[in-house]
């Protein structure tokens, strides 16, 4: 699953912003670990690993050890599984300080190096399900392209790929 948006809740950092009249330092948002669970996520993550699921969470927070433990630490807080000891930060795959954003070497590690099978992909952007929707040379690829990827991977929709609405940014 992806984090941001998606499992975790962060509109109160732009509140913050907006109080302060300043600009969001995401960074120190995750650092603050003032962010709230998205509603019926730690009950869904629950459930999953309940029924013999493992969780990974992927996310282009920065990969760093204080970002990974304040994360790790607020999530536990929240009730989120496999949070509770420093023990569990494996599972936290946040992009690498030096390489491009995309979430797909961290999907090929959950799959190749842990020998796992994917059957669930969560996010609320295009790019946290299929790295057929990275960016090429810096830029996403034309709405119309996009579109049309999105129309020959439409079987997925609902079954592999789970998208939550984000009605605030995206890159959908």
Not at 110 to 122: C, P, S
Request: hydrophobic share 35%; with cysteine.
């Amino acid at each position: 699953t992806d984090l941001d948006e998606t499992a975790l809740d962060n509109s109160g950092a732009d509140v913050r912003a907006y109080k302060r009249d300043t600009t969001l330092d995401f960074n120190q948002w995750c650092l603050d670990g003032k962010y709230k669970a998205v509603p019926g996520a730690v009950e869904f993550f629950n459930a999953a690993v309940k029924k013999g699921f493992h969780v990974w969470y992927v996310s282009n927070r920065d990969n760093t050890p204080a970002i990974i433990e304040a994360t790790r630490k607020r999530m536990h807080e929240l009730g989120f599984p496999n949070t509770a000891t420093a023990a569990d930060d494996s599972i936290f795959l946040f992009q690498p300080v030096h390489g491009a954003p995309t979430k797909q070497p961290r999907r090929d590690f959950i799959t190749d190096k842990e020998k796992q099978k994917i059957v669930l992909l969560l996010g609320d952007n295009l790019i946290d399900l299929d790295s057929t929707f990275d960016k090429i040379n810096g830029k996403y690829q034309s709405p119309a392209r996009r579109w049309a990827e999105v129309q020959q991977l439409k079987a997925d929709f609902g079954e592999k790929y789970i998208v939550f609405p984000n009605l605030y940014y995206g890159d959908w």
